[in-house]
């Protein structure tokens, strides 16, 4: 893998171990993914690495915006039906088509080469899940800063580094977008999405009428330094493992924030996590978000870009 692969992109690790789910005492028991939490995969001196968070704008907790825009929440959540599809048969915690095999895909593109040399393979070769709650929580924060409402049914977004396909399908089920978009660099988990999402328009069309809320849902296997991103509204990159990015104690990261600056327009919203994106976009907010594969927090950056695109 490669850095492009940001949504998996947490610890370089060489032992992992499981988390439980939370669920609250008062929950209906049904299998939300809103209320579960991934597996953890995670090393001492990757938490250590987290310790002192990147200097940045006042951190609001998760789920409060005292200093920002109404988040504009969705009003078309995904129906008990879909949520149990989603994570019962498309993205199931364990068995068949679970975490661990979706990680046993992400490790066929040069994580074992480094096993083999005895080398600690790099924090990018390491696949990880960000929280679809979160998720969807900060996706609101970002729209909600960009004057986007609950339909956005005109608006395009994008998961830079979306491995398996989870949260832009997450997403798709969740929202009205014109088009829920991942951008894979490892063609072995890119088919992964792609094979999801086959089976998530069999189900469409037999079990669950009206799964898919976007308009469209695309996986293509590129690079965010190649691929078209002119029309992005709102992108979401898991970057939590790409302190190889960052050169100095600003906690930029240097190499994707000249890749976006180039490919994406003016006014557009990226969300990283932990880690912010320098010279040509604003800072909008910092909150933190649960995160239990990373050791309970995670803190996602909101921008809005301010230069325009190399075609502006």
Not at 160 to 171: D, E, I, K, Q
Not at 264 to 274: A, D
């Amino acid at each position: 893998m490669s850095p492009h692969s940001a949504s998996r992109c947490v610890a370089a690790v060489l032992h992992l171990a499981c988390a439980v789910a939370w669920v609250p005492s008062n929950a209906p028991q049904v299998a939300n993914p809103r209320l579960i939490r991934s597996r953890a995969a995670t090393s001492m001196s990757y938490l250590e690495s987290l310790a002192v968070r990147p200097p940045s704008a006042p951190t609001t907790a998760f789920g409060m915006k005292p200093d920002a825009p109404p988040s504009a929440p969705t009003t078309d959540a995904a129906s008990d039906t879909a949520i149990e599809l989603f994570v019962d048969k498309l993205y199931p915690e364990e068995g068949e088509g679970g975490y661990w095999e979706r990680n046993s895909a992400s490790r066929t593109d040069g994580y074992w080469e480094y096993i083999k040399r005895g080398e600690e393979p790099p924090q990018t070769l390491v696949y990880g899940e960000y929280p679809t709650d979160t998720f969807l929580e900060m996706i609101d924060r970002a729209c909600g800063h960009a004057g986007i409402g609950p339909d956005r049914s005109n608006y395009h977004m994008a998961d830079l580094g979306s491995g398996t396909g989870r949260l832009v399908l997450w997403c798709a089920i969740n929202q009205r977008w014109k088009s829920c978009r991942g951008v894979e660099y490892l063609s072995s988990i890119h088919d992964v999405a792609a094979d999801v999402l086959e089976r998530a328009r069999a189900a469409e069309a037999t079990d669950c009428p009206g799964l898919i809320k976007a308009d469209e849902v695309i996986f293509e296997c590129d690079s965010w330094d190649t691929a078209d991103l002119s029309n992005l509204d709102v992108v979401f990159v898991y970057s939590t493992g790409l302190a190889e990015m960052v050169r100095d104690e600003s906690n930029v990261l240097v190499e994707l924030t000249e890749s976006l600056n180039m490919r994406l327009r003016k006014g557009s919203v990226v969300i990283t996590t932990e880690y912010r994106l320098g010279e040509g976009f604003r800072l909008i907010e910092s909150a933190d978000g649960k995160n239990d594969f990373i050791g309970g927090v995670s803190t996602a950056h909101i921008h809005v870009k301010e230069s325009p695109g190399d075609w502006e």
